[in-house]
């Protein structure tokens, strides 16, 4: 591992300390090792000139190709403003303490520009930035837990992008059964529950890493192990939204299959969604364009890919979420999933829009009955097995056992163009 500091007798923002981590970030690509970068800036100062704002694009193009190769953290313990706070950007996570406080324009700015006035920690605290902005990925009580958080999630990456995550030996049985899971399905159709529950069963100790959890909460994004091997498992969270897609959900969906696939970690989806968020708004702001981003990643991902359907799997959000069409190797489906186009309540409002309201229940029963089950997406080999619920964490393991010799050749290009 390369860390990378400020130093003691080089100003915060300086020169000489954002020389040092360009270096550090040019020595981590050519020994290939995780960089770990401790960054606080409070911008060039007006006696550093041009050469400053040089030194702060040299180590924006080294950071830039370390991404993929090697593992790259930043721990924000203090102010980390101006331009140069656009390089959290480029790292792989960043982990931020209570000191933390990052923005590109000042409260002055902002309240001289826009007439609206703000705290510093309105506007770049690290609980905005977590639940807000998406860009911190784990938060810290102070910097000796930010240091035990970076810790814990270079265990679960390899040091470059060329090797295989680390495994771990566990006294978890692989062939554990968990017969609470078939419970957690409510019985009422719009019934909500924890889906991090579900992980916690599934993975080695009941223990996981989630990532960027305060910001688009509809989607949990973490990392876990099952029998001794990392997973990156990215589930729909029926307790915020009922787990209905949008702009910020795509892309931190996006960013973490992305993450995933750089470093060789197998990816779990796990499905329960009705579909992506309606709204004029949503529509204004490019959802087709940030929906796609989701989509794009997938697409691309080449590690072992095991899609699992909970429950509801409908319309586009059903492609988008690691489909078979979209190319997951292996789909398992609980008795309880629902693979269709749509809900049998909307479904029969189109369908037998004609129909008698003192019809409407038996033609949503019968819809029900015949398309909202996992069956006839099996017969026509969408689903590749449905399973008991409580089988999950041997199913899955079986799934990921079977994928592990999994190699793509991948297409001679420079880079495909994702829809950013």
Request: glycine fraction near 8%; proline fraction near 7%; aromatic fraction near 4%.
């Amino acid at each position: 591992m390369v860390s990378a500091g400020p130093g003691e007798r080089a100003r915060p923002g300086g020169p000489d300390a954002v020389n040092a981590l360009a270096v550090a970030a040019e020595v981590a690509l050519a020994r290939r090792l995780p960089l770990v970068a401790w960054l606080t800036s409070s911008g060039p100062g007006p006696a550093d000139g041009v050469g400053t704002l040089e030194a702060w694009g040299r180590a924006a193009q080294a950071l830039a190709r370390c991404s993929g190769t090697v593992p790259t953290v930043a721990i924000v313990d203090g102010p980390m403003v101006s331009g140069q706070s656009l390089l959290l950007g480029l790292v792989d996570a960043v982990v931020m303490t209570p000191q933390a406080l990052s923005y590109v324009s000042g409260p002055t700015a902002v309240a001289e520009l826009t007439g609206v006035s703000v705290t510093t920690a309105e506007l770049g605290g690290p609980q905005v930035h977590a639940a807000r902005s998406g860009l911190a990925a784990l938060l810290a009580p102070d910097a000796e837990q930010a240091v035990l958080l970076v810790d814990e999630l270079l265990s679960y990456l390899p040091a470059h992008c060329d090797e295989l995550p680390p495994v771990l030996p566990t006294t978890d049985p692989v062939g554990r059964t968990s017969e609470e899971l078939r419970e957690v399905i409510p019985a009422r159709a719009s019934g909500s529950y924890d889906v991090r529950r579900i992980v916690s069963l599934l993975a080695d100790d009941a223990r996981l890493l989630e990532l960027r959890s305060a910001w688009a909460p509809q989607l949990v994004t973490c990392l876990a192990r099952v029998g001794g091997h990392p997973v990156g498992v990215l589930a729909n969270q029926p307790q915020s939204m009922s787990g209905t897609l949008d702009i910020a959900a795509s892309q931190k969906g996006a960013r973490f299959v992305s993450f995933c696939d750089a470093f060789n970690v197998p990816l779990l989806t796990m499905v329960d969604t009705s579909g992506f968020m309606p709204g004029r708004d949503l529509e204004w702001r490019g959802i087709i364009r940030h929906g796609a981003e989701l989509v794009f990643a997938y697409a691309e991902a080449t590690v072992p890919r095991v899609c699992l359907v909970l429950r509801k799997a409908y319309g586009g959000a059903y492609i988008v979420m690691d489909s078979k069409g979209i190319g997951n190797d292996l789909c398992l489906a609980w008795p309880s999933a629902e693979l269709a186009v749509m809900g049998a309540e909307g479904a029969v409002s189109i369908v037998h829009r004609r129909a008698a309201p003192e019809e409407r229940p038996r033609l949503v029963e019968e819809y029900q009955e015949k398309f909202l089950n996992p069956y006839v997406a099996a017969e026509r080999g969408y689903v590749d097995a449905v399973i008991d619920p409580a089988e999950t964490r041997p199913a899955v393991a079986r799934c990921f056992a079977a994928l592990r010799t999994k190699r793509e050749v991948l297409a001679s290009r420079k880079h495909g163009n994702s829809p950013l």
